[in-house]
């Protein structure tokens, strides 16, 4: 069976062949590869219980240095990755990669890995059973700089997507073991259903673009967690 890494270099491949008409595409699986690698290497070994999915990069997060929910401090100061991060080879002016250099909050990535680091002692704590992920690794772009996210692509270009991204999450689910899999979002849960995992629940997601996470995001996530049996009060 593969391993987590192999099997992101395989989706990172194939996700290089898919064309999209209109937009602009970074895939930093392909130009943050090293940290993304160095995540998987550190975080990624053995089973797991509980797999937090995420839909695809924030353009201030996994866009720049390839990890899931990148939020720059919580990357470097709390899971300690590091790495050279390059340039995908067609960058939009509004949304440069800068990589570490960033200056932009992620602010998805900060709420939800703030959470973990409120409960866990340590990432090796918290990666003992649990992993995090993106169900895609695309981050899409209109002309103004606008985040398009995966659900709004024509049918056309979608379904290839979606046929890689589910092969990939029930790659990374076998792989893992993972007994059941947290959809941040209802698409990644929905994503999460289509590619048999054993149990899918969903929590409410962080995004600023979302109104009911402004007031209390981890006490509401945390409770979801709790009542559906996946974290204990």
Known sequence: MSSPTE???ILRDRCDTLRFSSLTVYNPLRYAWPVHA????RF???HKRVLFLGM???PFGMAQIGVPFGEIASARDWLGLSGDIGKPPREHPKRPVTGWACQRSEVSGKRLWGLFAQRFASPETFFTD???ANWCPLAFMGDSGVNITPEKLPSAELLPLQAACDAHLA???AVTGAA???GIGKIAAAAAQ???APRVVDILHPSPANPAAHHDWAGTATRSLVAAGIWRS
């Open 130 to 132: 649990h992993l995090v």
């Open 38 to 41: 160095e995540y998987l290497r």
């Open 44 to 46: 990624a070994t053995g």
């Open 194 to 196: 289509r590619a048999g």
């Open 171 to 173: 790659g990374l689910v």
């Open 56 to 58: 695809n990069p924030g």
């Open 180 to 182: 059941v899999v947290v």
């Open 7 to 9: 099997l992101a270099a």
